[in-house]
């Protein structure tokens, strides 16, 4: 990848892969890629996630977001949050804070703050951990199982890691534990083609069918619109024998390989 400083601080990119793309004629987008991370000044960019989290803390979106009614009420034992990106981004910056504010919120302790990225280089890690995330070693992929009540946030990730979740939880029967923040599933659905429905949606496209999720969108009103877009809380409900029966286990072939 090669990039460019501009005047703001930000870093354009060009690069191919999984990142985020970008109009750079919209100026309430980020419009930030940043270099692969092999250093990073720590102190600085905790200055920023601390300003970035006073100015989230005191915007609109912040406010309608803990007005939803799918998390009103509700407390956690824990969070996971799979997929940030690289620390030095403006994007990253404001989920980050957005992590904090919520783990702030629901009292939520350090040591059941999880955060995981394959990008991340071990400054990035050393950042996260002084901001009070515990900070995972292992890819799973999210084929994992969570028995206590959680809040799981994949801040714009790859379909597939949405769809191993509900499949690894609807098998344990343990996905009312269980409330996530990520892309809008029916949106996911309803832009994916039949095929790849099929190959890297399925238990999303069951659960959807079926009617055993309940959406609740996240209001984009904030400064920047490809920080927090597209966004939903969701809830889900288990499924009967019969629905669980006919689930079969999510394979990708090679591309799972590539997946955060």
């Known amino acids: 990848m090669s990039g460019s400083k501009e005047s703001d601080g930000f870093t354009v990119v060009k690069s191919k892969g999984r990142n985020r793309k970008s109009k750079h004629n919209n100026t309430n987008r980020t419009?930030?890629?940043a270099e692969k991370c092999e250093s990073l000044d720590i102190e600085l960019n905790l200055k920023k996630i601390q300003s970035a989290q006073e100015e989230l803390?005191?915007?609109e979106f912040i406010k309608s977001f803990f007005e939803l009614e799918a998390i009103k009420e509700c407390s956690f034992e824990e969070m996971y949050c799979f997929g940030l990106g690289q620390m030095n981004t403006i994007i990253s910056r404001f989920q980050t804070a957005f992590l904090l504010i919520i783990k702030e919120r629901y009292s939520i302790d350090s040591?059941?703050?999880f955060v995981y990225d394959p990008v991340h280089c071990q400054d990035e890690k050393s950042l996260l951990e002084k901001l009070g995330f515990t900070v995972l070693?292992?890819?799973t992929k999210c084929k994992q199982i969570f028995s206590k009540k959680s809040l799981i946030i994949l801040p714009h990730c790859p379909k597939e890691l949405t769809n191993n979740l509900l499949y690894e939880n609807y098998k344990s029967k343990t996905v009312t534990n269980i409330i996530l923040?990520?892309?809008?599933i029916s949106n996911v659905i309803l832009r994916t083609n039949k095929e790849d429905l099929e190959k890297l949606c399925n238990v999303m496209q069951g659960v959807e069918n079926a009617?055993?999720?309940k959406e609740n969108p996240i209001k984009n009103s904030f400064k920047f619109d490809d920080i927090f877009n597209d966004l939903s809380v969701h809830t889900f409900v288990q499924g009967d024998e019969d629905f669980l029966n006919k689930m079969?286990?999510?394979d990708y072939g090679d591309s799972d390989k590539e997946l955060i």
């Open 31 to 33: 419009t930030i890629l």
């Open 57 to 59: 803390n005191q915007s």
């Open 111 to 113: 040591k059941q703050c």
């Open 137 to 139: 070693e292992e890819n």
């Open 181 to 184: 923040i990520s892309n809008s």
């Open 211 to 213: 009617e055993l999720v």
């Open 248 to 250: 079969s286990e999510p």
